[in-house]
């Protein structure tokens, strides 16, 4: 049998494409950020142990979140030879939290899909966030993810830069939330400084902001 070719990477060939996603693009999105994110450990904490079922509840949770982002704001994709490899959610400033229609639809999709214990997690940790949520304009970023067989190659780095030079174009302040120590370090090579710390559900939550125009170390 012959040998399949090997999956052309973006360290051959440098062809990485970001440009927004078309609403079409919003399933295969949702599907990339659930691999991607699945192991976070606030999701672990909050949507279970079981990495199958923890997967299915987030990519029905995600799938709902991008939609709302994308209506809201602007979703990045990364692109190598067409196929969609990473995702980065942007979130207009004063849409950070949902209107009442917005929110119900959130409920149902957390009601309809998590126990009761697990419904009563996600809103802890939910309800966390929106308290560290900066009072001034922002746009919101996030969820980040990329392709497991492009990590490590700087997927979500480029993907970073292209909102940081939108944010700047803009004279906007960004903002994120993660619960991954070693973003922290990723985050803050790009500008981000952390303005905020707290455990949720036994795990620690850093938030983080960019002022406009701010410096950075040169992209390599």
Same mark, same amino acid.
């Given at each position: 049998?012959?040998? =399949?070719?090997?999956?052309?990477?973006?360290?051959?060939? !440098?062809?990485?494409?970001?440009?927004?996603?078309?609403?079409?693009?919003?399933?295969?999105?949702?599907?990339?950020?659930?691999?991607?994110?699945?192991?976070?450990?606030? !999701?672990? #904490?909050?949507?279970?142990?079981?990495?199958?079922?923890? !997967?299915?509840?987030?990519?029905?949770?995600?799938?709902?979140?991008?939609?709302?982002?994308?209506?809201?704001?602007?979703?990045?994709?990364?692109?190598?030879?067409?196929?969609?490899?990473?995702?980065?959610?942007?979130?207009?400033?004063?849409?950070?939290?949902?209107?009442? @229609?917005?929110?119900? =639809?959130?409920?149902?999709?957390?009601?309809?899909?998590?126990?009761?214990?697990?419904?009563?997690?996600?809103?802890?940790?939910?309800?966390?966030?929106?308290?560290?949520?900066?009072?001034?304009?922002?746009?919101?970023?996030?969820?980040?993810?990329?392709?497991?067989?492009?990590? =490590?190659?700087?997927?979500?780095?480029?993907? @970073?830069? =292209?909102?940081?030079?939108?944010?700047?174009?803009?004279?906007?302040?960004?903002?994120? #939330?993660?619960?991954?120590?070693?973003?922290?370090?990723?985050? #803050?090579?790009?500008?981000?400084?952390?303005?905020?710390? #707290?455990?949720?559900?036994?795990?620690?939550?850093?938030?983080?902001?960019?002022?406009?125009?701010?410096?950075?170390?040169?992209?390599?």
């Amino acid at each position: 049998m012959a040998r =399949r070719p090997a999956r052309s990477r973006p360290d051959d060939n !440098h062809l990485v494409d970001i440009r927004e996603l078309a609403p079409g693009e919003l399933r295969v999105a949702a599907a990339i950020l659930a691999n991607g994110m699945r192991d976070n450990p606030l !999701h672990v #904490e909050a949507f279970g142990i079981d990495p199958d079922r923890r !997967h299915r509840r987030l990519r029905r949770f995600l799938g709902h979140l991008i939609a709302y982002v994308q209506s809201n704001g602007d979703v990045l994709g990364a692109y190598v030879q067409g196929e969609l490899i990473g995702v980065l959610g942007m979130i207009k400033p004063g849409r950070c939290h949902p209107a009442l @229609m917005d929110r119900l =639809r959130f409920a149902g999709i957390i009601a309809t899909s998590n126990p009761p214990a697990g419904i009563f997690r996600i809103h802890r940790w939910l309800g966390a966030w929106a308290r560290n949520d900066p009072a001034r304009p922002h746009w919101h970023i996030g969820p980040l993810a990329v392709r497991p067989a492009y990590r =490590r190659q700087g997927i979500g780095r480029r993907l @970073m830069v =292209r909102c940081r030079q939108r944010m700047d174009a803009l004279s906007a302040t960004a903002y994120l #939330e993660t619960d991954l120590g070693i973003n922290v370090a990723f985050y #803050e090579s790009l500008g981000f400084v952390v303005t905020g710390h #707290e455990t949720v559900l036994g795990v620690p939550s850093w938030f983080m902001t960019r002022p406009p125009a701010c410096r950075a170390p040169a992209d390599r």
